[in-house]
Every structure is written in C-alpha cells, then in structure tokens.
C-alpha cells in the first residue's frame, strides 16, 4: 500500500489517519458488536455504513456477521484505503466502498435493511439532514444505528470550548439531545445506551481491530510524518492543548431506531 503524505494544505484529523490507514470510533469493536447486535445484522442483510473511514467496519461485519456492506465516506482517500483493506482481506465481493457527503446519499429510497454511522455525525453540520438521510435509504421495519461521542455530564466553559477542535468531533450533545434527534427523524422503538470511556480498552481494543503489526506500521506512519511535515507538528502541538480532562465529561452512546 502506497499512501500520500497529505500536503500542508490537507493537514486534518481525517487525512491523518487516511494516511495512518488507521481510523478510530469511540468504543470500538465493542461499540460495534452492540450497535451489531440491537439492529439485528446477520447473513444475507444489506448494511449501509456511514462515514466508514479506512473500511475497519465494513470489513468487520462482512467477516464477523456475513452481511453484504456498502461504506462511504467524505473523504476520497478514506476509500481508497477502504477498497485496499476490502482486497486485502478477500472480501470485495461482499463490500462496496464510495465517496459519498452522509447529509446528501446516492441511494435510492427503502435500499438498506439496516444502515449505521459510528463517531460521524458529531462531525456533520446538519445532523437532523444526515439522519434522514440514514431512515430514507433504510427499509420499512429496518433498523438505523449511531454509536456518537456524548456528553455524560455537564462540563466547564473551557472543556465545552474545546469539545468542537477534539477528536470527538462537536459531540457535546448529551444523551437525551441524540435520542431526539432520533425521535424527530421519525423513528420508533427506540434503544438508547450510554458508555463511559476506558482509555486503556480503547487503546487494546484498536490493537485487537487491525493487528499489532498495521497498528505498529500506523504508528510508525506518524513518526515519519512529524519529522518531515512542519505543518504536522504544527497541528500535533494545537491538538496537545486540548484539556486532559475531556474524557471525564465524554462518553458514547448507542443509539438505535426502527423505520
């Protein structure tokens, strides 16, 4: 696999770990095993993954669930990690990756029995559009599917002045603002579930999804990276400002829906 350095001008969290070929979503395979579970995937379904990063999901419920999966994602060098991991892993029969915006999907209506996003609205300026999105492509009686950042208690003026520029994304919504948005967007039966996070099982966790090797690789991508990009540095520096603290007020939660 050959990836780019992203250009000074490209330098953001998402062409960082397109170039890592490493993506994380808070809670991690756990996460996704749950959000798998409530919204009932299994073989011979047909899984729409939103914002599907370097393709670690798609190729996670293929294997581990035998579903059929389409991912896309904003970000053209996403899929085109995505597509390598999908043929590396043999599985391109059964996962289809494209370049798609969530709040406007190339899908006709009622296409997927179920379709998810992990850690990728709190990104998205109009949530509410992106969820319609995601229950207009689904089917009648499927299922729709969040794992997002939460907020799990009230925090400070300068941990919520931090929330938007963190790797959570904007996700200083708290529970009952998900399940809202959940809730406007037409859906019934709700299920919602709030985590908290433990630093070290989310570190152990993204070890177990890709492997010691690609995860020492990755790694090994952004030492490289620091050294030659001085536009890198610069962000690696903006990004060691944010409060230590976040985690104490960020959580996850799972959100699920039925159409």
Known sequence: MKANVPSP??????????????????????????????????????????????GATPA??????????????????MIERARERAAREGIADRV??????AQA??????VFDVAMTE????????????????VR?????????????????????????????????GGNFPLEGWA??????????????????????EGMQMIRRYGCLHFGRSLWRLLVLYVQSPAYRAFAKKAATTPKELAEYIGYGIYVGRK
């Open 9 to 54: 001008q490209e330098i953001s969290v998402f062409e960082i770990q397109a170039y890592m070929d490493l993506t994380k979503h808070i809670g991690s395979l756990q996460a996704t095993d749950e959000l798998a579970r409530l919204c009932q995937i299994g073989p011979c379904q047909y899984v729409l993954d939103v914002g599907c990063g370097v």
């Open 119 to 134: 850690s990728v609205l709190a990104f998205v300026a109009d949530k509410q559009q992106a969820l319609r999105e995601l």
């Open 105 to 110: 999907l190339p899908f006709a209506d009622d």
């Open 180 to 201: 809202t948005l959940l809730r406007e967007a037409g859906l019934s039966d709700l299920v919602v579930r709030e985590r908290g996070v433990e630093v070290a099982s």
């Open 60 to 77: 996670y419920l293929a294997r581990q669930y035998g579903c059929r999966v389409v991912g896309v994602d904003i970000c053209p060098a």
């Open 96 to 101: 289809e990756l494209r370049v798609a915006d």
């Open 137 to 169: 492509v689904t089917k009648p009686g499927g299922y729709v599917g969040l794992n997002e950042s939460t907020l799990i208690k009230p925090a400070p003026a300068h941990v919520r002045e931090n929330l938007s520029r963190a790797a959570f994304g």
